[in-house]
């Protein structure tokens, strides 16, 4: 992970056509950065940078060499149209500021999801609409706030909700209509209510989120693990898979161990953000789609026999390469026969077995990334003192990026301008300047919900923290006291189900 840059973004020039570009790589970088035009385009090859393979030198050692020279992708993001601030990215219309996300119009400030539309802040939502704050969702309409949600409309501040409307404040329901804190309302009586609440005003809905993130998560009881349609399935929050060991996040899956953020992925161990097209038998990946028997790749679409890669794409039996398009018998970027190829590789596989470098991941001194852009420094924060003493590289706070917000933002959404899309505003949080673009004031007003107050990291900060951790714990059923497995540590205040006591609850 800390060889992954999913979101920190710079303004740099293309090193081959010289156009202002959006990319992963700030302009420092001692390898050239092209734009999607360049890159994908006739005017350079990237085997114009192979090295010979010496077999007396260590192989990671080698890679890093090819690293600093082959040109790199300026953000991966293909077949896109008004949406050049996504990354890992595809067929994505008028986006900004995505990251993982495939097949979506109109989105802002997403994170691995796909097929939404008009939805702003969001965490693994698929398939929704109008909705804001929302993760783990799915076909959602014109909601707030939802955590584990599917199929609901005009609901606000509630978790893990199938099939409900008009609900606030609720939990664990199901095909219910007009109701808060599990309660039932008449029509009329529910929207009285959502007037005193008054959303639209920063301090109530900021109690109204606080609520939603803390209060009503130790009220009601949680199930142990989240899987939905699967069978013999280890870990939580999968959907439709198979067979798993220790895995996380997973949508149709099956055989595979010790992975997380993954769809569609097959007898494969050891991986990371796999998607969107179906992957099989890969070993130490991440950020891969559709590969076939492939070792320690990192972001490599469409492929076979890789290993060691890093941005290939089209590419099979190759070993040690960057950047390549259609490549096939490649070493280090270098072209061979079938028959060259063949024979040197098991050498190369012999000398790694020396260096004791063969079937690992390559190591995060050799990121091209700061520890602290990539998504390493998601999962697992440290220090700058602890960077350096690892001896990961550490980004330096950009000073520019820091400047005192002069305008006062309105209480209340309805009293927010027009005006306000030109203001330069800072987070409450972090200090970070952001901006509000005109398409997310129009989602605001239109939702009646007012303007944050914290930057885009930090507001995906507060989601990713919602998120349950990639561990499990052995700890008993708060009902019927037998033995669980489940994401809650047992030092959690939560009231964890087991399936058997979450059913009974919620059905019965
Ligand atoms: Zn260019
Ligand atoms: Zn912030
Ligand atoms: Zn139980």
Same mark, same amino acid.
């Given at each position: 992970m800390s060889l992954r840059n999913e979101r920190t973004l710079y303004q740099r020039k293309c090193d081959l056509c010289g156009k202002n570009i959006i990319s992963i790589y700030s302009q420092d970088k001692p390898f050239k950065v092209y734009c999607q035009d360049c890159f994908w385009g006739d005017k350079w090859n990237a085997l114009d940078f192979g090295m010979k393979y010496d077999p007396n030198r260590s192989f990671f050692d080698q890679f890093q060499g090819l690293m600093q020279s082959t040109p790199r992708l300026a953000i991966v993001n293909k077949k896109s149209e008004n949406s050049e601030y996504c990354n890992y990215s595809f067929a994505n219309k008028n986006c900004y500021l995505t990251f993982g996300n495939h097949y979506e119009w109109d989105c802002l400030y997403g994170h691995y999801s796909t097929k939404n539309k008009n939805c702003v802040d969001y965490l693994q939502l698929y398939e929704s609409e109008l909705s804001y704050d929302c993760l783990f969702s799915k076909n959602c309409y014109n909601s707030i706030c939802l955590d584990h949600c599917e199929n609901c409309q005009d609901c606000l501040f509630s978790i893990d909700l199938k099939s409900c409307k008009h609900c606030l404040f609720s939990v664990n329901l199901r095909h219910k209509n007009y109701h808060i804190f599990n309660e039932p309302y008449s029509k009329e009586d529910y929207f009285k209510k959502l007037e005193e609440y008054a959303f639209g005003n920063y301090k109530q809905f900021a109690e109204a989120k606080r609520t939603f993130s803390e209060d009503l998560r130790k009220k009601f009881p949680v199930r142990a693990i989240y899987q939905v349609n699967c069978e013999n399935c280890e870990g939580d929050n999968h959907k439709n898979s198979k067979n798993l060991k220790y895995c996380f996040d997973c949508a149709a899956c099956e055989d595979c161990a010790y992975g997380f953020q993954m769809d569609e992925t097959y007898d494969s161990m050891d991986m990371t953000c796999m998607g969107y097209d179906r992957s099989e038998v890969c070993y130490q990946t991440i950020g891969c789609s559709g590969i076939f028997n492939c070792l320690a790749c990192d972001s490599c679409w469409h492929g076979n026999d890789l290993w060691y890669c890093n941005l290939c794409f089209q590419s099979k039996n190759c070993f040690g390469c960057i950047s390549l398009q259609h490549g096939e018998y490649c070493i280090l970027n270098k072209k061979y026969s079938k028959e060259e190829y063949e024979s040197l590789m098991?050498? %190369?596989?012999? #000398? $790694?077995?020396? #260096? &004791? /470098?063969?079937?690992? =991941? =390559?190591?995060?001194?050799?990121?091209? =990334? &700061?520890? &602290? !852009?990539?998504? @390493?420094? !998601?999962? $697992?924060? %440290?220090? /700058? !003192? !602890? @960077?350096t003493k690892k001896g990961y590289k550490w980004k330096a706070k950009d000073k520019r990026e820091y400047k005192k917000q002069e305008h006062a933002i309105p209480e209340h959404i309805k009293d927010v301008e027009k005006s306000i899309i030109n203001q330069v505003l800072a987070c409450v949080e972090c200090g970070k300047n952001y901006k509000i673009t005109s398409a997310e004031l129009k989602f605001y007003k239109g939702l009646g919900i007012p303007i944050p107050r914290e930057c885009p990291d930090c507001r995906h900060r507060h989601r990713i923290k919602l998120r349950n951790p990639r561990t499990l714990w052995k700890r008993n059923c708060s009902e019927c006291g037998i033995e669980i497995q489940t994401a809650y540590s047992p030092d959690r205040p939560e009231k964890v189900y087991c399936g058997r006591c979450y059913r009974k609850a919620v059905y019965e």
């Open positions: 098991p050498k %190369i596989v012999e #000398n $790694m077995k020396e #260096n &004791n /470098e063969w079937g690992k =991941f =390559f190591p995060p001194k050799l990121s091209a =990334f &700061n520890y &602290n !852009e990539t998504v @390493a420094h !998601e999962y $697992m924060p %440290i220090t /700058e !003192e !602890e @960077a």
